[in-house]
Nanobody, 126 residues
Framework: QVQLVESGGGLVKPGGSLGLSCAAS????????IGWFRQAPGKEREGVSC????????DYAESVNGRFTSSRDNAKNTVYLQMNNLKPEDTAVYYC???????????????????WGQGTQVTVSS
């Protein structure tokens, strides 16, 4: 069964850091580009980052560029999202998903992604 499971969310103060994990089962994550998305209450799901499989190149949304870093450990079948200098507007449920049909990232259209995890809550508040 193909499955992605996110973990690592929690409550953090503004300026703090959190590290999220996206663990895959049922398939080799190393063959696919993986995206991170988030969805805040009342808002649409938005792309945060994407990491390609072949060369590990990454794309980031402008709102998180310079603060978030995505990485992957194909041996552990896991992708990570390190989030630094967190802001209250980063509060959301964070999801990972597999980019359909390509090993290279090409934008953050949620309809191009599949096998969504259940999400992990990140709350940034003092």
């Amino acid at each position: 069964q193909v499955q992605l499971v996110e973990s690592g969310g929690g409550l953090v103060k503004p300026g703090g850091s959190l590290g999220l994990s996206c663990a895959a089962s049922g398939f080799r994550l190393g063959y696919f580009a993986i995206g991170w998305f988030r969805q805040a209450p009342g808002k649409e799901r938005e792309g945060v980052s994407c990491i390609s499989t072949r060369d590990g190149t990454t794309d980031y949304a402008e709102s998180v560029n310079g603060r978030f870093t995505s990485s992957r450990d194909n041996a552990k079948n896991t992708v990570y999202l390190q989030m630094n200098n967190l802001k209250p507007e980063d509060t959301a449920v964070y999801y990972c998903a597999v980019l359909r049909g390509s090993q290279y990232c090409s934008g953050f259209d949620p309809s191009e992604y599949e096998y969504w995890g259940q999400g992990t809550q990140v709350t940034v508040s003092s």
